[in-house]
């Protein structure tokens, strides 16, 4: 539907230029979305979806262990829509201190996001709402080192910036004056909460990303926390008990198509569109995520068949294997740790997984400090 401008320009300046700053109208859209049958049909099937998705979180035997890769997968692929270069590996590599080679700034951006979507997950958990107090909360997580220390963690902007082009007048996106923020977001807040009025929870996070998108409150981050907002909302609403669905794959894959829907919401109002693209990417990535869950049960199953024929080393060789599941990137002190085995024998079962299954592979190619990577787990987790 074509409602017009959904919010109206006001006169601002930015590195000393005028330029025409875009103030979001409320939400929810007026007139009322337009839900015919065939947006209809397709927010069934991603609902139909979202519900595999959290069935299969109840089914795994350790779904914990599967979250805890998945996580680390988003913030990776979230942290690359940004422009950083580090790799789900980088990531597992840095986390357990082992970073020769690893690009610092990057990964710690990267480890920042997990620790920023644990923390609204804790949060969202313990029965807090999502507010200003946990947007700012996690926005502090989130830039607490790498680039960001220098971007005002966890404050909202007090002056203007824009998206796009060389100089704001030119820009492909000029959001709302610092002052105008706080009023915006509070509008935001009241939809998220259901004030005064409840919203169906898929289509909330669908329209609230957008919204947040549009406010820009931050001066860095602002992606990031978009895309976060997602799982948060699905999760208090309990559609989803784990945050299991992160859409950066999707939107980093479609990213012209993506931009260009945002920007039609803001010039035309056309939010039935957005929604369309949305819940078709929340029926694939959900799809996406339980096929994933599915092959590492089934690689699981398979690795513990394989090494019987490790004999007597069988029984270590498991434990090994449930320390690679819990992370698929390890020393031998992380294993040590994870699995209560010696040093001697992790040695010599390791050197057995490697050289006659092909499970593992040491990836430093180093005498001492060797590092071992569960390649088939890494690669099923990037494969898309």
């Known amino acids: 539907m074509n409602r017009g401008l959904t919010g109206h320009y006001t006169s601002a300046i930015a590195g000393g230029i005028n330029c025409k700053a875009f103030v979001p109208a409320p939400l929810p859209p007026k007139p009322l979305l337009e839900i015919d049958s065939k947006l209809q049909k397709r927010i069934n099937q991603a609902m139909l979806a979202l519900g595999r998705l959290d069935a299969i979180s109840s089914l795994l035997p350790d779904a914990h262990l599967f979250l805890y890769s998945y996580v680390r997968k988003e913030a990776v692929m979230s942290s690359q829509i940004e422009g950083t270069q580090s790799s789900l590996s980088d ?190 990417a929340v029926a694939e990535t959900a799809t996406q995520a339980v096929n994933t869950a599915q092959q590492l049960n089934k690689l699981r199953q398979k690795d513990k068949t394989r090494i019987s024929k490790l004999g007597r080393q069988a029984g270590s060789a498991a434990q090994i294997i449930d320390a690679l599941f819990e992370q698929p990137i390890v020393n031998i002190n992380k294993l040590i740790e994870l699995t209560g085995l010696t040093a001697a024998t992790l040695g010599k079962v390791l050197e057995a997984l490697e050289q006659q299954l092909g499970i593992v592979k040491e990836i430093t190619g180093q005498k001492r400090n060797r590092v071992y990577a569960y390649t088939t787990y890494i690669e099923i987790l990037n494969q898309e």
């Open 91 to 280: 990531l597992m590599l840095y986390e357990m201190e082992a970073v020769p080679g690893v690009p610092m700034d990057d990964v710690q951006e990267v480890s920042c996001y997990v620790s920023a979507l644990n923390l609204g997950i804790t949060r969202i958990r313990e029965g807090k709402p999502i507010t200003y107090r946990l947007i700012t909360e996690i926005h502090q997580a989130l830039m607490t080192s790498g680039r960001g220390v220098n971007r005002s963690p966890g404050e909202f902007r007090r002056s203007q910036v824009w998206i796009g082009g060389h100089r704001p007048d030119e820009a492909t996106f000029v959001p709302a004056p610092a002052n105008e923020i706080a009023d915006c977001w509070a509008e935001l807040e009241r939809f998220i909460n259901d004030v005064p009025e409840a919203t169906d929870p898929l289509i909330k996070a669908a329209l609230s990303h957008v919204q947040f998108e549009t406010i820009h409150p931050f001066m860095d981050g602002n992606g990031r926390i978009g895309r976060l907002l997602i799982p948060l909302i699905l999760v208090e609403a309990e559609v989803l008990k784990q945050p299991l669905l992160y859409l950066s794959v999707f939107f980093k894959k479609h990213r012209q198509i993506y931009y260009e829907h945002l920007n039609q919401v803001r010039l035309t109002g056309d939010w039935e569109a957005w929604l369309l693209f949305f819940v078709d």
